[in-house]
């Protein structure tokens, strides 16, 4: 068996535990948001511009910012941001900071035609989703660090709920005021919706107990050397399996994503077809596999939870296959997007409380953006070329060699042996 190393305790937060349920839930929304417009929903806007699939795959890679969160985690963990940080503490400070990051970087999407000017929007969208890993980098430090270990779950359910949400409102929302108004005012419309949970931020998000902590270094790089070294100590008591397990779990969900709008394009959905099913419908159902997976966490072990969500979550991918050769039919498209929605939200409410408990320590962000980085990096790296590959094999096949990647992530979850205080 695989060893996980033991977490650490935490800090906490004088706030209500419903209080913290409440904004980790604000701020899962936060993070949701931007997700799909510089990705999914995005990916169906450039479809409906003509631009190829080759261009889409490669215009994934905006979502390998999500996996370069480490760069930024030791400031956030180090630096307070001066009189913003001492008026708001640390971590709100940061993730306030990000979201008007994101909102400039939405206004730059919303400026942008990717029909005539595909560079500009291009470059906003990157500018976007690097905004959004820092405020989920941001996010993940306050979540671990305003409540202990034996409160994540709670917190991590409620994240999902918001980011799932928030995930409708950027998918069935922006497709319906894009099929309405056009895409350039869908995308004014969510720069809109990101300064409102901005304010937000200030005033509701409770303080960890951290964010009091003085946190300016008297010397250029003094205080980067603690979480860095913490860091090092994590990776070193951390099993390479343990390591690769998080770093392939999500792949079959990575990849069938980048491939998912574009195939409901060229299948010839309408804009509110697809609202309407793969989001609306499947937000419902997102949020319903939420809470299963947030109920199934405190009934089973955290190990056999993510055994479960890989399984479900590689098997979808055969409905999507299943889908592209059926062709234009709402009853299958509605079928893959349930089955889809409630897998990946098990695998991913399993896999967010595996890492924060490893990330528990003084230094939450540094690790939490390390792990989340190791997760997202592999799968989004390969996405970049899914075009390419789904241009040769043609939709079916594409789907099918994404079902096998789940394998590997399987094996190493077989072999996994979790943490004590993770066991129910």
Not at 47 to 76: D, N
Request: glycine share 10%.
């Amino acid at each position: 068996m695989v060893e996980t190393p033991q977490p650490e305790a935490v800090a906490g937060s004088s706030a209500p535990i419903t209080v913290r349920r409440l904004a980790s839930g604000v701020l899962g929304y936060a993070s949701g948001l931007p997700l799909l417009l510089v990705l999914g929903t995005f990916a169906f806007r450039l479809r409906e511009a003509g631009v190829s699939l080759e261009a889409i795959g490669l215009l994934s890679w905006a979502s390998i910012a999500y996996s370069l969160k480490f760069l930024i985690a030791p400031f956030m963990d180090s630096y307070s941001l001066g009189p913003l940080g001492r008026a708001l503490g640390r971590r709100r400070a940061w993730i306030l900071l990000a979201q008007i990051g994101v909102a400039f970087g939405l206004v730059g999407m919303a400026m942008g035609d990717p029909a005539t000017g595909l560079p500009l929007v291009a470059t906003a969208c990157f500018l976007t989703a690097a905004a959004s890993a820092t405020q989920d980098a941001a996010v993940d430090g306050w979540r671990v660090e305003v409540a202990g270990a034996q409160e994540q779950g709670l917190l991590v359910a409620a994240y999902q709920l918001g980011y799932r949400l928030a995930l409708l409102t950027a998918g069935a929302g922006a497709l319906y005021l894009a099929q309405d108004f056009g895409w350039n005012s869908s995308y004014w419309v969510m720069a809109a919706i990101m300064v409102a949970i901005a304010l937000l931020t200030v005033a509701f998000i409770p303080k960890t107990a951290r964010d009091l902590e003085p946190s300016e270094p008297r010397a250029p790089g003094e205080a980067l050397r603690a979480p860095v070294k913490d860091l090092l100590g994590l990776v070193a008591a951390t099993p390479i399996a343990v390591l690769l397990m998080i770093g392939l779990y999500r792949m079959p969900d990575q990849l069938a994503n980048v491939m998912s709008s574009p195939l409901y394009k060229d299948l010839g959905f309408t804009n509110k077809e697809i609202a309407n099913v793969t989001k609306v419908f499947g937000i419902v159902l997102s949020i319903a596999g939420a809470f299963l997976g947030g109920w199934m966490l405190t009934k089973m072990r955290l190990k056999t939870v993510l055994i479960v969500g890989i399984v479900a979550s590689a098997a979808t991918n055969l409905f999507y296959g299943a889908l592209a050769q059926v062709g234009h039919s709402i009853v299958m498209l509605t079928a893959t997007i349930g089955f889809d929605n409630v897998a990946s939200s098990i695998a991913g409410t399993a896999l967010i409380a595996f890492m924060s408990k490893l990330a528990a320590s003084e230094f939450s962000a540094t690790r939490y953006a390390v792990l989340s980085s190791i997760y997202a990096l592999p799968g989004h790296l390969l996405a970049g070329g899914s075009g390419f590959v789904a241009v040769q094999t043609g939709y079916p096949v594409y789907f099918f060699l994404t079902f096998l990647s789940g394998a590997p992530a399987l094996v190493l979850c077989l072999l996994l042996s979790e943490p004590k205080s993770s066991e129910t």
